[in-house]
């Protein structure tokens, strides 16, 4: 959903939900292929049950992407330009049937004295699953255009 | 590639490169499928011409996974376990067509007082292009048993 | 299967029956990454449990297109356009697991003054499940060369 | 974007723009591999080189699929069921590299005395290129619920 | 499609020819994701640029599964069970862009001693390209149920 | 994973494995889009429910480029070249759930005295499930360069 906003629209502790969906098989299956990382935590049950977690879990990086597809699906800002991310951390494993959205949190708002057409937005990311629990946690660094 | 390694067999500044693959339009196709990312900068080459790129890109999220499953083709530790990533930069755009490998360089390497059974090991991830142009730089934070 | 037909040697009435195949979670996965559809009747297992089929349903496109895809195997006129459909109606809801197959009955032959080239047939398609349960009816459209 | 509206909101003549796609050879590979509709006009650029056309065409199943999945993603209205669509109209060839997006303006509107739950709404759905010509037009028929 | 036959339904020297599809970039990208073969051959350009076919070929095992596939299409006995396949050889690189087809050939049919139910039918397969030269050559033996 | 080995340097009777992998419900799927292979066998769950195996199997050529592709996840040598496949044979039928992993054997060596340049390698594929179980059988025909 393409919306256009200036920095001087951001609001510190403004928080918006992105939509949720569940986990499937097919998921880390299409992950597997797309990124090359056939990994046995990922692609082999057998193995995967002598594990701390007892069975398959979602790749890291493909927890990272759908929250950051989903929140992309509930706002997406043209005047923006994503310098990156600080600070992933997997919180707690991600299984097959978990149901994931992200909840997007402005942290902060920095204007920058050599640039004065931009400033910069972080949004806090928390990913959580169906029992309300984070699984993952990420600073998204943004610059906006401003007014 | 499997291959177990522990704490102390780790050097700073050991470099390592993973193989290469080319991005095609494919891969942005089912990567915007896979996280439901639809943005008009990855999917429609009409609004691409009037961006400062002048044509799609590739999502940053798919940079970064395909460099993180570059670097897991070449070697993967079955006794280190991924706390996250911290500084991921997208540095230059990547383009359909665009040739991209990683090299992993150890940053750093830490003991810990409160765990002595695992190290933290920093892993510094450059994702570079077929002009040997720096796309994307990330850091790795392993926790790696200890001997 | 390619097989040439003319106007002339349809029949009202003559019906075909397409192979069947199963709906899988995969199919819909897919379909909603295809499509950029990802609502939560489709994706979101938890939303769906609150919805009066209390589980994911199948994308009424998909089942459309599933449909002609099976009519389309069983046989292919290269003699034949679509011009297009009429009347698609969503009967009931489609599920993870069911089993589905087209039934096509010639429905009306109409040839028509202005052009004595072609010949409009009107295939009635049914999708059925399983159980026998019609799940989707449309009218296809096709002109058809005359001898 | 899930958005509630009840039939009392929806006002005839009132036009909403989808966000644009481009079609990919992808698009066209992944379609036939979902649906099994493998036909030479789509799969075969030899047999395409001696069709009117005289390249590949996208399926008319995707066409369709495509601009439901972009109407979908510009607006969501979890008070609305879809009851079908009518009168699905293939008005010109797709093409790979075209970039299609939907226009849907509300064609009519419908009480029924028999339920006074919901009302019909009617959504002309126009698919046009990036040359503004209309290369689909369905009705969608939609029930909504009413205040 | 399927058609029932019986061991004595089948001529030595009789041939049927497949569909033909062209063989796309999304192919060799879908099977390296399916297999997990991201050999450089397959998925790195500037790789092959420096191979003797200066591109990028298409992985051996898809040329196969893909004629096995396009011979399904134009036959499929229930009445028939795979044993294997003898001598598959590669007799030529197959490149982006190159359209194949199967041609099936009955090579050979022997009753069985031990074994009066079935009779085992060797089918001669030949993957031809645009330029009808043969790019793989395979032996399919067949066990078929006798009247 | 890249690793240059001349003929001198294979051994008969050496053996390495490959790592493991679940085949899964949308292998099977993808398998079918892939090839455009839609038997009942693979995509009918109804109908398998007749056959002897009393569910749907894995297409045979999906398990035997699953058994090359994993071959090729634990060696890849840039100095060999593969000339085809020698006595294929599905051993037992292959289910959703089950995993495979591949061992391969030096079988042969041959020296050929019209090409001094390279030298004759067959690797016997044993393709084995979860109970160690022979799935599929093959000898790969490979040529590779001497010192």
């Known amino acids: 959903m393409e919306k256009k906003q200036f920095f001087e629209d951001y609001r510190i502790g ?11 098989e097919t998921d880390i299956v299409v992950h597997a292929g797309h990124t090359g990382d ?8 057998e193995y995967a049950k ?10 890291g990086t493909m927890v990272f992407a759908f929250g950051i597809g989903l929140a992309a699906q509930s706002a997406n800002n043209p005047g923006a330009f994503s310098s990156g ?3 992933i951390r997997f919180v707690r494993p991600v299984f097959i049937g978990d149901t ?5 949190t402005i942290g902060d708002l920095k204007t920058m004295a050599d640039n004065p057409d931009f400033g910069e937005v972080i949004e806090q990311i ?10 993952l946690t990420a600073s998204h660094v ?3 255009e401003r007014r």
């Not at 056939?38 to 049950?45: C, E, K, L, Q, V």
């Not at 990913?127 to 629990?133: A, H, I, L, M, R």
């Open 14 to 24: 403004h928080i918006r939900h992105s939509p949720a969906r569940t986990i499937t």
């Open 38 to 45: 056939f990994s046995p935590h990922h692609m082999d049950a």
């Open 50 to 59: 002598h594990t701390p977690f007892e069975r398959r879990i979602a790749h």
């Open 85 to 87: 991310y600080d600070r």
């Open 100 to 104: 994931l959205k992200s909840r997007i």
């Open 126 to 135: 928390d990913v959580v699953n169906q029992k309300n629990e984070t699984v």
């Open 142 to 144: 943004l610059m906006v």
